[in-house]
């Protein structure tokens, strides 16, 4: 009795431990991302500008504009290239779809061979391709999987994908704008804004990977105040030489 229990223990803390990260990041890797590019970009931009010592009203409608064009550009983008791979994707489902419905057995000796080099013994193998085969729809999604690397029912929308690349684009852009919308007339408070949540975009794909938050966000940090640097300096540069 104590045996039995001791190992259902282990299976049990084997189970509530033997966990792993969503390697693929989900919905959160692509939010997370798409903000940190609005927020680098926009922020890049109005530094830029605000290098050449414009007035800041010059920044704000630079922001506002770098704001729209780069989400209106990231949801085009995006809904291009989703809509792409599912059509892509789609074609290759027709044409399996048409070798299950005219070579069926090829089809069901395919599925069994691939099962068989994976190790499974012979016999079971065709049985195994044999019982999945009955079902036309079953036997797309497995070949779909197996061959293609593919869910035929989890194909990915080209509006959600749109969607959600400008809503977190606009998000993350907004962020070094909104001191001055809210009344700021110099550059430090959108800086000092911008900076906190690039720490915290860091912080937050900390979550999707194996590295310590602090590092993801210092990380971050670093990278996008450089680039609001550079572009700084080269305001300053392109705006002395202009004038």
């Known amino acids: 009795m104590a045996l039995i229990e001791t190992t259902a223990a282990l299976h049990e803390a084997h189970r509530d431990n033997h966990t792993h990260?969503?390697?693929?990041?989900?919905?959160?890797?692509?939010?997370v991302f798409g903000a940190m590019d609005g927020l680098v970009s926009n922020l890049a931009l109005m530094t830029g500008v605000a290098g050449g010592a414009v007035g800041h009203q010059t920044i704000v409608i630079t922001g506002l504009a770098?704001?729209?064009?780069?989400?209106?550009?990231m949801a085009a983008g995006e809904y291009t290239s989703v809509a792409s791979q599912r059509e892509l994707v789609e074609a290759e489902l027709d044409v399996e779809r048409r070798e299950l419905r005219r070579h069926p057995q090829d089809?069901?000796?395919?599925l069994a061979a691939l099962y068989a080099a994976r190790g499974v013994a012979p016999e079971l193998a065709r049985e195994v391709a044999r019982q999945l085969?009955?079902?036309?729809?079953?036997?797309?999604?497995?070949?779909?999987?197996e061959e293609l690397g593919i869910d035929?029912?989890?194909?990915?929308?080209?509006?959600?994908?749109?969607v959600s690349s400008f809503g977190s684009f606009a998000l993350g852009a907004l962020l070094p704008l909104l001191p001055?919308?809210?009344?700021?007339?110099?550059?430090w408070p959108a800086l000092l804004l911008a900076l906190i949540g690039l720490f915290g975009?860091?912080?937050?794909?900390?979550?999707?990977?194996?590295?310590?938050?602090?590092f993801s966000g210092l990380r971050q940090l670093a990278l996008g105040g450089a680039a609001a640097g550079v572009t700084y300096a080269l305001g300053a540069l392109f705006g002395t030489a202009v004038g």
């Open 21 to 31: 990260r969503d390697v693929n990041g989900g919905w959160l890797r692509p939010a």
């Open 66 to 73: 770098g704001l729209a064009a780069g989400a209106f550009s």
């Open 107 to 110: 089809e069901e000796d395919e």
């Open 133 to 145: 085969s009955k079902d036309p729809e079953q036997a797309l999604e497995i070949h779909a999987r």
């Open 152 to 162: 035929p029912s989890d194909l990915p929308s080209p509006l959600v994908a749109a």
């Open 180 to 187: 001055y919308l809210l009344g700021a007339t110099v550059l």
């Open 201 to 214: 975009c860091g912080a937050v794909v900390a979550k999707v990977t194996a590295r310590s938050w602090w």
